[in-house]
């Protein structure tokens, strides 16, 4: 896939509009602002159209998925948290505060679940209805007959304790098993092609698996899948932000929506961040001189308000803090990255 600067796109629609553009009708009035945002309103239109047409194969992607995220040492989690767990490749519930505590411990058959706080994910439970004379203990699931729910013990109750008291209870909560269309760090996903059950890519014939989808994202109907394939369209990219202004002070983007890189071509500190329209490695990575990659960015950290911008690239490569836009290479063309060498 090749790809050409938005100028050019914008030229050709002012062009057919009777603008001015460069050279190429002299004389012609200029468009105005106005003009410009309604230019690039049908722009992306246009690529929304083109974009979602078919599962074009450079935009088509299949890589795993998970239905929560994976548990991190530093998060502090909330009782009913949900987490997947790599080293056991499971999903487990908070059932109390908890930060550091992982949720599975290493014993001499493998793994057992921490039932001090977390405990087994299913997507239905079943259990006895709750006893005020029966002795429970850590890890012992009851049901609640006047709240209808159902809860675990992390602790051992005493004797006629009720499972509402969070002190030695917490409530278990079926599993969904919904893939979320957005994730953090991972690439936002557009239309779904296939759900499969095991890496397309590694064995041929991989089954594929029914699904359903819905606002919230891919539901997976199969009760024994933890971490499904995905093949999709990416989301069709956007053009935004207004023209730069010398003026104006922007706002930098947030960490939740920057990219952050270290140790980037040999820099000791680098901070590289891409909107999360494209995924960041696509455009770290090299790649075959006829085949570029597009993708929009802003600066994160005391950026210089510039615009959002494509990004036409074939190499990796630094660029100090000279010009907003410059040429680096022959046929290759990039932003301003805002890089932090220290």
């Known amino acids: 896939m090749k790809a050409i600067p938005y100028s050019e796109i914008l030229k050709a629609v002012w062009f057919a509009m009777g603008y001015a553009t460069d050279q190429d009708n002299p004389g012609q009035p200029n468009p105005d602002t106005d003009e410009w945002h309604a230019s690039r309103i049908a722009i ?16 088509t992607i299949t890589e795993q998925r998970r239905f929560k995220p994976n548990w991190d040492q530093a998060t502090a989690y909330a009782a009913g948290d949900v987490v997947f767990y790599p080293p056991t490749a499971l999903y487990y519930q908070a059932l109390r505060a908890t930060t550091g505590n992982a949720p599975a411990i290493v014993v001499s058959s493998g793994f057992t679940t921490n039932t001090s706080y977390w405990a087994d994910t299913a997507r239905s439970f079943s259990a006895d209805v709750w006893s005020s004379t029966k002795q429970y203990a850590n890890g012992d699931v009851v049901y609640d007959a006047d709240t209808f729910t159902y809860h675990q013990a992390f602790a051992v109750p005493p004797i006629g ?61 199969s009760g024994t899948i933890t971490e499904p394939w995905v093949k999709y369209l990416r989301r069709p990219l956007e053009f935004r932000g207004d023209v730069w202004d010398a003026t104006v002070t922007y706002t930098p983007v947030s960490e939740e929506d920057a990219v952050i890189v270290t140790d980037l071509v040999g820099a000791t500190t680098a901070n590289v961040n891409t909107y999360l329209e494209f995924d960041t490695l696509a455009l770290l990575l090299a790649y075959p001189s006829n085949l570029y990659r597009t993708a929009m960015t802003h600066n994160y950290v ?4 510039v615009e959002a911008l494509w990004i036409r690239t074939d190499q990796v490569g630094l660029v100090d803090n000279g010009d907003s836009v410059r040429q680096t290479a022959d046929g290759r ?10």
């Open 44 to 59: 992306n239109r246009a690529l929304r159209l083109a974009w979602n047409e078919t599962f074009w194969p450079d935009l």
């Open 302 to 305: 005391s950026g210089d308000g």
């Open 161 to 221: 304790n009720d499972p509402s008291d969070t002190t030695y209870w917490g409530r278990v909560t079926p599993l969904d098993p919904v893939i979320p269309y957005t994730t953090a760090g991972l690439n936002p996903i557009g239309r779904v092609a296939v759900v499969y059950q095991d890496n397309p890519k590694a064995y041929r014939g991989a089954r594929e698996i029914p699904f359903d989808e819905s606002q919230n994202g891919i539901q997976i109907r």
């Open 333 to 342: 063309w990039i932003r301003r990255w805002e890089v932090d060498v220290s």
